[in-house]
Nanobody, 126 residues
Framework: QVQLVESGGGLVMAGDSLRLSCAASGRPITTFTLGWFRQTPGKEREFVAGITWNGGRTNYADAVKDRFTISRDNTNNMVYLQMNSLKPEDTAIYYC???????????????????WGQGTQVTVSS
């Protein structure tokens, strides 16, 4: 079992930056792909960014490419999402997710991920 806990969300102005963190516990995350998703009321959860087990590959949704950066620290069982140039449309609950399968790809659909955090709210005001 793996537990994931997100932190770092908040209320910011358009153009500001935030750094989300996700702390994993229960077992090392060293060999697993990790992802960030987001969801707004009435909409499906959508892929934001993902990173392979050693950080060698990353993938981003077009909406956040060149603004967001995903990274991981396997020593400390952490994954991060640096969000720059935030826009009001980035407002959502952000979730950290772990794909428990031993893969070298980055799935972009939620049901490929077995473990989820509780989410952290990000609100971007114009």
């Amino acid at each position: 079992q793996v537990q994931l806990v997100e932190s770092g969300g908040g209320l910011v102005m358009a153009g500001d930056s935030l750094r989300l963190s996700c702390a994993a516990s229960g077992r090392p995350i060293t060999t697993f792909t990790l992802g960030w998703f987001r969801q707004t009321p009435g909409k499906e959860r959508e892929f934001v960014a993902g990173i392979t087990w050693n950080g060698g590959r990353t993938n981003y949704a077009d909406a956040v490419k060149d603004r967001f950066t995903i990274s991981r620290d396997n020593t400390n069982n952490m994954v991060y999402l640096q969000m720059n140039s935030l826009k009001p449309e980035d407002t959502a609950i952000y979730y950290c997710a772990l794909d428990y399968k031993l893969i070298v790809t980055i799935p972009m659909v939620p049901n490929e991920y077995e473990y989820w955090g509780q989410g952290t709210q990000v609100t971007v005001s114009s």
